[in-house]
């Protein structure tokens, strides 16, 4: 095989791939997180008010920039998987939010992005689950923007969830939030945001489907940086579930969702 070509045909061939890279990318939402860091605390919106749960690991890698960081892999084989990743994964639960604080950073190609907030995913453990159960149950947590604030750092980190304004006595009331996707996300999914938070969440199994080429886009990347591993859900590490006899499912099964 030669290492080179010649002519246009070659040129014209790169440029559909990258197209198609940046296209992939571009169905990729980024993860709510609080960092001891930097924000503590934030305003959001549950676009969804029940948890898809899962259980999935917890995997350090390492970014483009050399910086070490841990990425979650949805658990779709358990009894193979805990040797291969050298640990148990852990319950999760993911619900689809807008996030209202302002984000803003500049693309590869030198674009300048300032957006008001962001729809994003919001994936918590076992620890945090029953509280937003009782906000669910006792407020609703469609009806109001909460603040998420967060405390200590490790696995002393822990979670408060505290009700703001009734949402139809805020700017919000009116939002358009399918308006806030990216393009290829609201052409195939709409307002249906419980098919859109699974979709999402495939994207983390080891064979993520064919359209996603990353399970981190660049601009998540770049937007946490100088995080640091305690954004992972760690203080949900030491909590695990009695011990089961092994059963083979599909990947589509292992995420579900979760009945009152």
Not at 94 to 120: C, H, W
Not at 160 to 186: H, I, N, Q, W
Request: proline share 4%; net charge negative; aromatic share 10%.
């Amino acid at each position: 095989m030669s290492l080179f070509s010649k002519g246009y045909k070659a040129v014209a061939k790169e440029q559909e791939r990258q197209e198609a890279i940046k296209e992939s990318l571009g169905r990729r939402l980024n993860q709510f997180f609080l960092s001891p860091k930097g924000d503590t605390e934030a305003s959001v919106i549950f676009l969804t008010t029940e948890p898809i749960t899962f259980k999935a690991y917890n995997v350090k890698k390492m970014s483009n920039s050399g910086k070490e960081y841990y990425d979650m892999v949805v658990c779709t084989n358990e009894a193979k998987q805990n040797d291969k990743y050298g640990s148990k994964p852990s319950f999760k639960g993911a619900f689809l939010i807008y996030d209202t604080r302002p984000v803003n950073y500049t693309t590869q190609d030198g674009k300048e992005v300032n957006k008001d907030g962001q729809v994003r995913l919001y994936i918590t453990g076992i620890t945090n689950l029953p509280k937003l159960e009782r906000c669910e149950s006792k407020w609703g947590l469609a009806d109001y923007v909460w603040e998420i604030s967060r405390t200590g750092s490790g696995k002393a980190v822990s979670y408060s969830f505290d009700r703001g304004e009734k949402l139809a006595d805020t700017d919000y009331a009116d939002k358009d939030f399918v308006a806030e996707l990216p393009k290829a996300l609201v052409e195939e999914f709409g307002d249906d945001f419980e098919a859109l938070l699974e979709d999402q969440l495939m994207q983390f199994t080891e064979n993520p489907p064919k359209h996603e080429t990353s399970n981190s886009s660049e601009d998540d990347e770049d937007e946490y940086e100088d995080e640091d591993e305690s954004l992972v859900n760690v203080e949900d590490e030491e909590d695990e579930e009695p011990k089961k006899k092994p059963v083979k499912k599909s990947v589509v099964s292992v995420i579900k969702k979760k009945k009152r």
